[in-house]
């Protein structure tokens, strides 16, 4: 995942992290598959016959990229493109909302299945798919591409409208106002494509041997600190993850059954003392 942000910032503010991965892998010989630009850029790359787009863009660090693309499209007008007279002009027939939904690589669902395609083809030799990202990516003026991103536990009724508009779910504002989830009917696409899928792997439900070790599961009460709840006190996702992933850890018939793997932040996210539990 080619985000251009950590936590607390850029991850190569003066650089370009997904330039330096590539090197890296390239370098230790796996075949690296960038996505890069959604379709969208990708005709503006081409109604450019000079070129200068792409050597704008290649010119920027992330830094100064993040900065820019965290704004609204008219920023983008006058800063991004409106640094030269020939890109803010290859621009004149496209609308400031149009420019700001100028979509990356990786939120491309056509780009990301074209590039596992790819990737699924044998080529003698490990493969890495780098794709471009944005951070809070949907959350529009209350998130999208912004460091406070991780932290948002709930968006505003106004931020929902924006998301529902930005995503063309048909759902009405009371549906909206309830938090409804939007299942696609019956005979869509959508739901055709994932039933035919599911009969590939032998139907929808999942076969079971039953020659296993049995296990005595440890009784509901085991998780009453958490049951209980917090009174008017909110608590994140995440820290009730922990809580419950430390009283799992602390049960003598499953403690040993259980491996917490968390790739980085672990102790941001308040989950380093489950790996003291564990050793």
């Not at 932290?151 to 929902?160: A, M, R």
């Not at 709840?229 to 049960?251: H, N, P």
């Amino acid at each position: 995942n080619g985000n251009l942000q950590r936590l607390d910032g850029p991850v190569s503010g003066n650089g370009k992290i997904i330039q330096e991965l590539e090197g890296l892998f390239r370098g230790a010989g796996w075949r690296v598959i960038k996505v890069i630009w959604g379709q969208d850029w990708e005709r503006l790359f081409k109604r450019d016959k000079s070129g200068l787009l792409l050597k704008h863009v290649s010119e920027m660090v992330d830094g100064e990229y993040q900065a820019c693309f965290s704004k609204d499209g008219a920023h983008l007008r006058q800063h991004f493109f409106g640094k030269y007279p020939e890109l803010l002009e290859l621009v004149s027939d496209m609308s400031d909302d149009e420019l700001k939904r100028l979509t990356d690589g990786g939120h491309d669902p056509q780009k990301v299945y074209a590039a596992y395609t790819e990737a699924m083809k044998d080529c003698g030799k490990p493969t890495v798919i780098l794709a471009k990202t944005v951070k809070g990516y949907g959350y529009g003026k209350e998130g999208e591409s912004q460091n406070i991103a991780h932290n948002l536990e709930e968006i505003s009724e106004e931020g929902l409208k924006i998301f529902r508009q930005r995503f063309e779910l048909p759902l009405s504002d009371k549906q909206l106002s309830d938090l409804e989830f939007y299942k696609p009917d019956d005979n869509s696409l959508e739901l055709n494509y994932l039933h035919k899928q599911r009969e590939k792997l032998g139907g929808p439900l999942p076969a079971r041997d039953g020659r296993f070790e049995s296990i005595k599961v440890p009784d509901l009460s085991l998780f009453e600190p958490v049951l209980k709840g917090t009174e008017e006190r909110s608590v994140s996702t995440g820290a009730a993850f922990s809580r419950i992933m430390g009283l799992m850890l602390k049960d003598k018939n499953i403690r040993d059954r259980i491996v917490p793997i968390v790739a980085d932040e672990a102790r941001t996210l308040g989950l380093e003392g489950l790996f003291r539990q564990t050793r």
